[in-house]
């Protein structure tokens, strides 16, 4: 069996269907009126930086095996757990689109009418798109064999939160005021804390 083959099979349904679960949400969330951004050129060089390394560079690896001589052999455990988390990433992906429906942004926005959203895995993680983008980058590292294209989606989409998430929790803060401070009490950033595990599902 061709390893190679299969782990860019898995790096290219990871690209794929994290684009398509997203296109309906991002359709949806168009229609409404941001009243509220918080973007500049941080925001924008990150959001670039996270498309550079978790699609066009594993696209590059993927199609054309570039850049060739950063390519390895890929080790069949290593694919196998990749698909794993893969399929545990697009399932999270799916999921905190779906509980977050309208309130979804791809950038720092409150929309018109926006709503604190506490239910589905919103009840236990206050950011579980970005624990599933993690498991992607994750994924993606042990599917995709070559240093460059595996590797790029952890570098970037890291450097995308740590910018981002102090900011993100600043502007949710600001809007949802101590709801949002009742509710950072009770969940965990990017996984279930000691206190959610306690807190019964809505």
């Known amino acids: 069996m061709d390893w190679n083959l299969v782990g860019k099979v ?3 349904l990871l690209i794929a269907l994290s684009y398509l679960i997203r296109i309906p949400y991002a359709r949806r969330a168009g229609k409404i009126e941001v009243v509220k951004r918080d973007r500049d050129m ?3 060089a990150v959001l ?3 498309a550079l390394g978790m699609m066009v560079l594993p696209m590059l690896a993927i199609v054309f095996n ?3 001589q950063l390519s390895y052999t890929a ?9 794993a988390v893969g399929i545990a990433a697009i399932w999270l992906f799916w999921r905190s689109h779906d509980d977050l ?6 950038s720092l926005e409150i929309r018109e009418g926006h709503e604190l959203i506490t239910r589905g895995v919103y009840a236990r993680i206050r950011h579980p798109m970005y624990s599933a983008c993690f498991l992607w980058v994750i994924a993606q590292a042990l599917l995709l064999a070559n240093w460059l294209g595996g590797l790029a989606g952890l570098v970037a989409f890291t450097t995308l939160y740590f910018e981002r998430i102090a900011r993100e929790e600043k502007l949710m ?6 709801a949002w401070s009742s509710y950072c009490e009770t969940t965990g950033r990017l996984w279930p804390s000691a206190r959610a595990a306690a807190k019964p599902q809505p």
Do not use: D, R, T
Not at 75 to 83: C, E, H, N, R, T
Not at 101 to 106: F, L, N
Not at 173 to 178: D, I, S, T, V
């Open 10 to 12: 898995g790096a290219f």
């Open 42 to 44: 941080a925001e924008i």
């Open 48 to 50: 670039l930086l996270a």
């Open 66 to 68: 570039w850049p060739a």
């Open 75 to 83: 080790q069949p455990p290593l694919v196998i757990i990749g698909y």
């Open 101 to 106: 429906g309208e309130q979804w942004s791809a």
């Open 173 to 178: 803060l600001n809007q949802f005021g101590q």
